[in-house]
Nanobody, 126 residues
Framework: QVHLVESGGGLVLAGGSLRLSCAAS????????VGWLRQAPGKEREFVAG????????SYADSVKGRFTISRDNAKDAVYLQMNSLKPEDTAVYYC???????????????????WGQGTQVTVSS
C-alpha cells in the first residue's frame, strides 16, 4: 500500500506563491494518477488539480485555473503543485491523493482517490 507524504505548506500573504510536493513510500507514485484536493474549515473536500501517470494530461478546478500548476517528475517519483497569486480563499488543508484505477480519465470526485496523505496546511493572509 502506497503511503503519501506532502510538504511545502505554510503561511503566505495574498498574492504570494507556494510549492507543494508529494512523495511516496511503499510503492511508486508514478504508477498512479495523482490529484491534489483540499478542505477548508467547515467545507467539504474539493478537487484542485490532477495529473495523468505520464504527466501529459492535467485537469484543474475552475477556481485555480491560470494560478496553479500541477506537474510530476517520474524519475524523482514526485508530484508538485505550484500555487501562484494565492488568495485568502485558497486557505485549506491540501492533500496529495492517488488513483489506482486503470482509466486514463482524471476524476474530480474525492471518492475516486484510493490513497491520501496526511495533508499540509496552506494559510493565505490578506
Amino acid at each position: 500500500q502506497v503511503h503519501l507524504v506532502e510538504s511545502g505548506g505554510g503561511l503566505v500573504l495574498a498574492g504570494g506563491s507556494l510549492r507543494l510536493s508529494c512523495a511516496a513510500s511503499g510503492g511508486r507514485l508514478s504508477s498512479y494518477k495523482v490529484g491534489w484536493l483540499r478542505q477548508a474549515p467547515g467545507k467539504e473536500r474539493e478537487f484542485v488539480a490532477g495529473i495523468s501517470r505520464s504527466g501529459i494530461s492535467t485537469s484543474y478546478a475552475d477556481s485555480v485555473k491560470g494560478r496553479f500548476t500541477i506537474s510530476r517528475d517520474n524519475a524523482k517519483d514526485a508530484v508538485y503543485l505550484q500555487m501562484n497569486s494565492l488568495k485568502p480563499e485558497d486557505t485549506a488543508v491540501y492533500y496529495c491523493t492517488a488513483d489506482s484505477s486503470p482509466s486514463s480519465r482524471i476524476y474530480f470526485s474525492p471518492e475516486a482517490y484510493d490513497y491520501w496523505g496526511q495533508g499540509t496546511q496552506v494559510t493565505v493572509s490578506s
